[in-house]
Each structure stands twice: as structure tokens, then as C-alpha cells.
């Protein structure tokens, strides 16, 4: 359940506590995706570029200030953003199914 946030009172917004070693850890062992792991800059949540001989792709771990409805609307602004291919994957809060998105390039 997503804990509640108020951005009005809080002075800055907490980002998911994660390094770039446990997200390549993460995705090796749920994905079978073994690459080069890069963090990538946000404001609220954790990202990270991962590059394997395969492709290469993005994991988000998702602030969990934001609501399962902020979380697919975050989705849908990155389906129009332009050809992106994705893979079914779940939430590692909620359990249910998410989606992750991989660079067509």
C-alpha cells in the first residue's frame, strides 16, 4: 500500500534507497539480464541504464510516495513518448503486473 506523502509539508521528496549493484544484481536474477550498470539522475525515483549484449534496457524503481494511478499515468506518458518495446514484469510492491520498458535502440 503506498504510504502518504504530503508534498506541501515535506522539503524534499525521499528517493527508493537502492545502488547500482543491487539493481544489476535485481535484474540478473529476475531478468537473466547481465550488463554494465549506470545510475541515471531523477528527483524521485531510482533509475538506472542497464547495457547488455542483448540491448539495452531501463529499470525504475518507483517512489513509493506516488499511487498505482500516478504510477500508470507515468506509464502511459512513456508509451507515447515513441516506439519503445516492452516486457510484462510486476511490481515489487504490490505484486501486480507492471511493464518494463526497453529501448528500441
Do not use: H, W
Not at 75 to 89: Q, V, Y
Request: glycine residues 6%; contains cysteine.
Amino acid at each position: 500500500m503506498t504510504q502518504a506523502f504530503d508534498f506541501f509539508t515535506q522539503t524534499a521528496l525521499p528517493t527508493p534507497d537502492i545502488s547500482a549493484a543491487q539493481a544489476g544484481r535485481f535484474v540478473q536474477e529476475r531478468y537473466g539480464i547481465d550488463g554494465v550498470v549506470t545510475e541515471l539522475g531523477s528527483q524521485q525515483d531510482a533509475n538506472f541504464l542497464i547495457e547488455a549484449p542483448a540491448g539495452k534496457y531501463v529499470l525504475k524503481v518507483s517512489n513509493p510516495a506516488f499511487t498505482v494511478e500516478d504510477l500508470a499515468a507515468q506509464d502511459a506518458a512513456a508509451r507515447a513518448r515513441g516506439p519503445l518495446r516492452t516486457r510484462d514484469t510486476c511490481s515489487l510492491r504490490t505484486g501486480r503486473p507492471r511493464r518494463v520498458f526497453r529501448s528500441s535502440s
